[in-house]
């Protein structure tokens, strides 16, 4: 996680991960009640992930479909 923060620039961190990990609260905080920190802990780090990975392949696709060669 250091080298994460380290590498990347605080701004670029807001900007790209911020949205999706308050989704990923509300979805957690909302739905999974297993009873079970580890459990839920992995499935909100699960749903962080693949929010993320959506948003970013959205819109790195949204930019590159704006581009004109």
Do not use: D
């Not at 590498?7 to 790209?16: T, Y």
């Not at 911020?18 to 580890?38: N, Q, R």
Request: hydrophobic letters at 50%; proline letters at 3%; one cysteine or more.
């Amino acid at each position: 996680m250091y080298t994460l923060i380290k590498n990347i620039s605080v701004k670029k961190i807001i900007s790209s991960e911020l949205p999706s990990l308050g989704l990923s609260l509300i979805i957690a905080e909302s739905f999974y009640k297993f009873g079970s920190f580890i459990l839920e802990c992995g499935a909100f780090l699960g749903t962080w992930y693949v929010i993320s990975f959506l948003l970013n392949t959205f819109f790195v696709a949204k930019e590159k479909k704006g581009k004109i060669p």
